[in-house]
């Protein structure tokens, strides 16, 4: 049985997305906005799909979310409580008793964060306890208002050191170009540092990105974050499918993780998604038939991708995709062929394209008028740099200015100066660097591939060599 997972979702942002997260999950597993099972189990078939990672089993027919829901103001969390009465346990929601927000300051989200620290390993602790095989967990939040990144950094840090042999994925959506408030680059800097050295997988969403796919796929140029959110939220969904509806191979977060993950500095993946059916969103638009052939093949088209990225020569070290629906084996390995001609591999990666061919849900509606694949892909590319050097570059602009730095004034990290802005800028830097460098021949000459270095076990490992590859 696959080990459990426990979604961490914090701020506006966070809870806003664990709330689509949550409702495909449950159309997935044909469980109803109470917990209660659409169809009663019977006890003499078991069922095809696990629902252990995700949920509790109160009693045979009841389900609940191992979620924590965090935020210093209480509207978005009350409305994913109002959507989903009696779904989520109360004990795993905590709302500031001020619940005035951290007014964007990712300082006053720390200072928070690092008050009710104690709490908040209280309440991980105990859901923890009620877990077999405890895996590890997913991270929701954005990084540019003062909850989710502050808030969330913390909480990246108490739980990458009280847990450092669990997974720590996260899901951080990053601000628009457009930024509505002057702070953000400080913010995400900040947050930045913490995602570089506390999580081991950082799936980065952009706003650009997804509010430019969003007018596409739902044909609508006046789209919000309900449905930027359920783009996330098919991303997410499909990345832990293999989990879900169990197969023998990326059946664990670092089992799939290991695949895109060569050394741990390099752990920013960018994630695609095409197309998005009505398996995936409400009012998505409809469909011609499909195979797995086109859909492996557009995944890579920069249309599809969850994130801006802008750069020519694309450099890929790692992909992985999931296929789900009607997949034909031929159609795939003839993708795999034309893709690995098509793309710029780093020359000391192995070119493997990993696929997985999900199952689609039994207990979404059956496809009636077309049959389609749609499909999810992840990789590691040097071009996620390109949102980082943007990032960086306003980040400066104000920084040397010493610009709107009285936000932060008070803050506990920042009580003998601003070292922590030079140091956290100096992290980022270090990451572009370290992209720039897995471009070269020769990037893994000098790292020793010792276990501590790698993400996931060895068996997983030796599936990057290509084995796994259907
Ligand atoms: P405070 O409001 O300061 O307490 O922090 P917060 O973490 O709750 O703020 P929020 O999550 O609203 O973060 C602001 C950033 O997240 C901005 O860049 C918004 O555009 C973006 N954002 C907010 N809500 C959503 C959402 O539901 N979906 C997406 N994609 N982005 C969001």
Redesign the pocket.
Known sequence: MAGEIITIQ????????GKHFWSQLCREHGIDVDGQNQVPDDPNTPRSDDTNPFFKQNDRNRYTPRAIMI???PS?VQDVQNSFPDFFDSRNIWVSPEE??????WS??YDYGFAQQEEFLNMIDKEIDATENFEGFQLI????????????SNLLEAISERYPRKFLASYS????DE???VI?PYNTILTMRRLAENSDASIV?D?NA?LNLTTRVFRDPYTS??H??QL?SAAMSSITNSIRFPSYMYNSLPSIFSTLVPTPELHFLTAGFTPFTSDYVVGGKDFKSNTAYDVLLDLFDDSNLLVTRQSDGTIYFNTYCTLVGQVEQSDVLKAISKAQQRLNFAPWSTSSLHVNVGRRSPYLPPQTKHTYVSGLMLSNTSAITSLFRGTCKMFDKIFSKGAFLNTFKDGRMFQNGWDEFTESREVVQNVVEEYSAAEQENYLDDVILEDENMVGNQSAQLDAEGDDII
């Not at 005035?100 to 300051?105: R, T, Y």
């Not at 954005?142 to 989710?148: E, R, Y």
Request: proline fraction near 2%; glycine fraction near 20%.
């Open positions: 914090v701020g506006q942002c966070g809870n806003q997305v935020d210093l103001e978005a005035s927000g951290a007014g964007n300051s006053k989200g939040h954005s990084v540019a208002g003062g909850t989710g990144s502050g808030l969330g959506v990053f601000p628009s930024s509505e408030v953000q969403f706003n997804l974050y309900i930027t959110n996330i």
